[in-house]
């Protein structure tokens, strides 16, 4: 399995720090507040990018990951 590593960071487009997720030499993901919310940006294929609330995506992550342990017993 991949190790992601976390990078805390300035960048021009945000007013506040963000948290760069990697994987290896590819950014993976950037964590940032915006309007009190915590927000995530996820990257892939050539620098696309899809944005979600951190809430939400933990809430559907947490019910696949329920679905998967129900269906294994």
């Known amino acids: ?3 992601l590593t976390l990078q805390l ?4 487009d945000k007013d506040d720090l963000v948290v ?9 993901a950037e964590v940032y507040v915006e ?3 915590i927000k ?7 620098d696309r990018c899809l944005s ?6 933990q809430e559907i992550f947490s019910k696949a990951a329920q679905l998967l342990n129900y269906q294994i017993c």
Do not use: A, G, T
């Not at 960071?9 to 021009?12: L, Q």
């Not at 760069?20 to 993976?28: V, Y």
């Not at 995530?40 to 050539?46: F, Q």
């Open 20 to 28: 760069e997720i990697w994987d290896e030499d590819n950014q993976f």
């Open 52 to 57: 979600f609330n951190l809430s939400e995506l």
């Open 9 to 12: 960071s300035s960048v021009s």
């Open 1 to 3: 399995m991949k190790k």
């Open 35 to 37: 309007n009190d919310e």
């Open 40 to 46: 995530i940006d996820i990257y892939y294929l050539n």
